[in-house]
């Protein structure tokens, strides 16, 4: 997709590899300036390596979501160096699958703090700047199993739930002053979170997804995009599924 995206700055969370780092690729592609971060230093080390070799237009900084000031420096050295933010996106997530009868505490919690209060604290960190400019976007990404559920995933479900929840109260709240807060739900994407799947398991998922195949990262970062532009300016507190019409 080309949308002109020239003098705008974007942050993109967990974007050293995967569907982040595809997103973070094709707004550069459009003229932006992104700010690649990540919590994996060997992944934001290679991201920035691919950025560098591509003349790619961008800044890395290094940032766990779930640690308060991190998050700060992420946001105040994205203002401090360009003097606005026009997109966030919290791309940053992780699975740690298990059934109910046996998730163990860290794992509900470790989940719980990286999809859903990571998404908290960027944007609580980043609404000052929004409302200093009158004007930003906010992008979340969650999941189909956020609306379905899912066997085994019932900590990573909650979590995806929980963002669109989240997401649908700041849009109300902040609406008035042109900030918009819009959610994608990716379904069964091709990364390297469900490369680890083993093949029978790919297969049961793909048999349910009409459109016969996964999502590419390029599927979901086309819509982000497309919400991000001046094209989306009336859309806000919505959830956009990218999954083949795996939910309809
Ligand atoms: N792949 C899918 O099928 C799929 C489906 C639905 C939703 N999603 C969501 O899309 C997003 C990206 O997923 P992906 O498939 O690219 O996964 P991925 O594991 O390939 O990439 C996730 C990135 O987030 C980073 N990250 C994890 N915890 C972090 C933290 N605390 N702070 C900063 N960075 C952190 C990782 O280091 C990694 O680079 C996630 O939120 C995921 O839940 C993925």
Redesign the pocket.
Known sequence: MEIDFNDKVIIV?????????EIAESFTKNGATVII????TE?LIEAENLFKTKGYSFKAIP????NREDVQNLIDLTYKEFGKIDVLIN?????KDNLILRMKDEQWDSVIE??LK?VFLTTRASIKYFLKQRYGKIIN?????GITGNIGQSN?SAS?AGIIGFSKSIARELAIRNITVNIV??????????SVLPDGVKENFIKKIPLKRM?T?TD?ANIVLFIASPLADYITGQVINVDGGMVM
């Open positions: 969370t967990g974007s050293g590899r995967g569907i982040g780092r971060s990540d919590y994996s992944s940032c766990d979501v779930t791309n940053a997530g992780i699975t990286t999809n990571g990404i969650s999941s189909v199993v990573y995806k739900a990716p379904g069964f994407i091709d990364t390297p979170m469900t999502g990262p979901i």
